[in-house]
């Protein structure tokens, strides 16, 4: 497997756009991240797309709906056809960790998911949505800490007034400082601690037979600079989710209320048998 598979630049100069970036990367605001247009050969990720289920289909495929978010997603690897299978693993090779290794900066070496636990195929329908949240802190098979998320946005002529725009928030969830539009090919790299915010909160505003897709990666390190976690959050297996005022519903913030007790009461183990529950 090389670069030219699916890459527009050989593996070499990936490595070394990393190291390039990462000052840039670091700098980026309102936490570490960056976003690429036409990262990937046009045409191979358009064979990613052909290969995008219908999901919602499947027994096994996962339905979130709640006030925190109406979406679908994959499970595994199970929903992946082969050229997607091919793609994810270059993503999980040597010379993608080397990239986001130097892209970030991130001491302790980078590890991928085989699990695809929360990531593969996401697809918002039109009414749909992912309100604020930061992410679970740790992997509840490998207990490893969850450092960065790569998302590849795969919605061809995707126009402005649809939404589903990707939002990164202020640390103190004060305000929206980044939104990125979920072209085709867009590819969108960033850091996970407590304060990173991000989410895509509004109703998806598309047409009926039109839906928001993308391809999720998640990658871990074994420890991890602790001043990025709060102590009570650090084992974290769920993700954390904020209501902002007058714009998300009461019932959000309630619910949310009576989650975050949970995670912060309940045995660990009684939070992975709910989680299991929910397919997630």
């Known amino acids: ?143 490893l800490d969850r450092r960065i998320n790569v998302l590849i946005y795969l919605n061809e002529n995707w126009k402005e007034e649809y939404g589903g725009h990707f939002e990164l928030w202020q640390k103190d969830k004060s305000k929206c400082v980044t939104k990125i539009l979920p072209l085709f090919n867009r590819l969108v790299i960033f850091s996970t601690t407590d304060d990173s915010w991000h989410g895509h909160p509004d109703p998806l505003n598309c047409p009926e037979d039109r839906s928001r897709k993308s391809l999720a990666l998640y990658y871990y390190t074994c420890g991890r600079d602790e001043a990025e976690i709060k102590p009570i959050s650090k084992n974290r297996i769920t993700t954390t989710f904020f209501s902002r005022d007058k714009q998300d519903s009461v019932k959000m913030k309630v619910y949310n209320n009576l989650v975050n007790f949970a995670n912060n009461w309940f045995p660990p183990v009684l939070i992975a048998m709910i989680k299991k529950n929910r397919k997630e």
């Open 1 to 143: 497997m090389t670069s030219t598979n699916f890459l527009t630049k050989s593996e070499k100069e990936l490595i070394e756009l990393g190291t390039e970036l990462h000052d840039t990367y670091i700098s980026n605001a309102p936490f570490p991240n960056i976003s690429f247009d036409n990262f990937f050969i046009e045409k191979e990720l358009r064979k990613i797309l052909t290969e995008f289920p219908n999901l919602g289909q499947n027994k096994d495929d996962i339905y979130y709906s709640n006030p925190n978010e109406v979406k679908y997603a994959s499970k595994g690897i199970f929903r992946f056809g082969p050229k997607t299978r091919s793609f994810v693993s270059y993503l999980n090779s040597q010379p993608f960790l080397e990239f986001l290794q130097n892209l970030t900066g991130i001491k302790e070496t980078l590890i991928p998911d085989p699990y695809f636990q929360g990531g593969g195929f996401h697809e918002i329908k039109r009414g749909g949505y992912l309100k604020l949240h930061v992410d679970f802190h740790k992997h509840k098979l490998l207990k």
